[in-house]
């Protein structure tokens, strides 16, 4: 390993210059790169382009990009950062998906894909193989395509979700 300035690069990497930005700046401390093969032209691969990223990027589910109505029963609030797509979904007492949601997107039952974390309340989800599961606060659930879900006693339930289907739940088709 080289120094250069205050980041050690790897063996390989000597007698290059460290990645530039985008714009053609050397690259800043705090940040990182990604280097992406390209091929050219003719085929073949060229060398290695650097894309600049900030190291730390930021955004509140308090100030969503998105929210979305659930049948006045719930909401989904959605930020997009980087390529995470993130959501705190929140139901109402007396909220089910066959009832609130089902009407906005269709389908005989919720076909996403949720990697969820629960932080109140209780769910229950019944699986289309008729599979059951009850959820409350602090439990992470993995639930797949095929499911329908309700809320279970006089709390709403907030939930946050990291899935790719945080991008299109509750988005009408």
């Not at 382009?49 to 719930?74: F, H, I, N, W």
């Not at 949720?114 to 439990?139: C, I, M, P, Q, T």
């Not at 395509?145 to 945080?166: R, T, Y």
Request: charged residues 30%.
């Amino acid at each position: 390993m080289r120094r250069y300035g205050k980041r050690a690069l790897p063996d390989a990497d000597r007698g290059r210059s460290p990645p530039l930005a985008v714009d053609g700046r050397r690259q800043n401390e705090g940040s990182s790169s990604v280097r992406l093969k390209c091929p050219p032209a003719s085929g073949g691969e060229e060398d290695h382009v650097a894309v600049q990223m900030r190291a730390l990027q930021k955004k509140s589910l308090d100030s969503p990009d998105e929210t979305r109505d659930l049948s006045g029963m719930g909401k989904v609030e959605v930020v997009k950062i980087g390529d995470l797509t993130a959501s705190r979904s929140t139901f109402k007492p007396g909220w089910r998906w066959s009832e609130h949601v089902k009407p906005i997107v269709g389908g005989d039952s919720c076909q996403v894909l949720h990697h969820s974390f629960v932080l109140s309340g209780r769910l229950r989800v019944k699986s289309n193989d008729g599979s059951e599961e009850e959820y409350g606060a602090g439990d992470v659930w993995v639930i797949q395509p095929g499911h329908d879900a309700w809320v279970v006693g006089n709390e709403a339930v907030v939930a946050l979700d990291f899935s790719p289907g945080a991008e299109t739940y509750g988005k009408p088709r």
